[in-house]
T-cell receptor, first 111, second 116 residues
Framework: AQSVTQLDSHVSVSEGTPVLLRCNYSSSYSPSLFWYVQHPNKGLQLLLKYTSAATLVKGINGFEAEFKKSETSFHLTKPSAHMSDAAEYFCVLNRDDKIIFGKGTRLHILP | EAGVAQSPRYKIIEKRQSVAFWCNPISGHATLYWYQQILGQGPKLLIQFQNNGVVDDSQLPKDRFSAERLKGVDSTLKIQPAKLEDSAVYLC??????????????FGPGTRLTVL
């Protein structure tokens, strides 16, 4: 069975410090993996996606994620947090059109 | 480029009533998705259409939920009769549908349903 686990429901970082949002997956075969962001009162927006090409994926707004098959992880990082990064982030697995969202991680940015 | 449109944005109904949601995808997008997002949880895929055919409806509670996508463009999702546990945000998304499993989904603003 396929699954996605976001290890933290809430993450708080200070503005200007690094961000790490963790995602682990379970899949019998190599899936496609995505990170989406949901700002308050706005629709979900794609940050980045891994589709079996380069394992280090760069996305919008300075975010990137690394696919690690040996660790079954797809963690999202950003070197320096900005106040506008405060939002909910979802890790998503897609294997043969079976789409599974993680429960989400709410990122808080402290001034 | 216009985004995914959904209506209504908010709906409040009594339990056992019926409700319908409408979605207009981005022009040219072959794939359309309906999700249910309960407060504090990630979206759960209810049904996925490729043009006007159903790709996956394994998580759609078929005893009360129905969806259609006539002519492969707009779609409606109906709940009849509604239960308290159906209170959620219903999200519609669309994608080009060219590459299975790797498409970027574009989401609408959602319809917030409250069942009293």
């Amino acid at each position: 069975a396929q699954s996605v686990t976001q290890l933290d429901s809430h993450v708080s970082v200070s503005e200007g410090t690094p961000v790490l949002l963790r995602c682990n997956y379970s899949s019998s075969y190599s899936p496609s993996l995505f990170w989406y962001v949901q700002h308050p009162n706005k629709g979900l927006q794609l940050l980045l996606k891994y589709t079996s090409a380069a394992t280090l994926v760069k996305g919008i707004n300075g975010f990137e994620a690394e696919f690690k098959k040996s660790e079954t992880s797809f963690h999202l990082t950003k070197p320096s947090a900005h106040m506008s990064d405060a939002a909910e982030y979802f890790c998503v697995l897609n294997r043969d059109d079976k789409i599974i969202f993680g429960k989400g991680t709410r990122l808080h940015i402290l001034p | 480029e216009a985004g995914v449109a959904q209506s209504p944005r908010y709906k409040i109904i009594e339990k056992r009533q019926s409700v319908a949601f409408w979605c207009n995808p981005i022009s040219g997008h072959a794939t359309l998705y309906w999700y249910q997002q309960i407060l504090g949880q990630g979206p759960k895929l209810l049904i996925q259409f490729q043009n006007n055919g159903v790709v996956d409806d394994s998580q759609l509670p078929k005893d009360r939920f129905s969806a259609e996508r006539l002519k492969g463009v707009d779609s409606t999702l109906k709940i009849q009769p509604a239960k308290l546990e159906d209170s959620a945000v219903y999200l519609c998304a669309s994608s080009l549908g060219l590459a299975r499993g790797v498409d970027t989904q574009y989401f609408g603003p959602g319809t917030r349903l409250t069942v009293l």
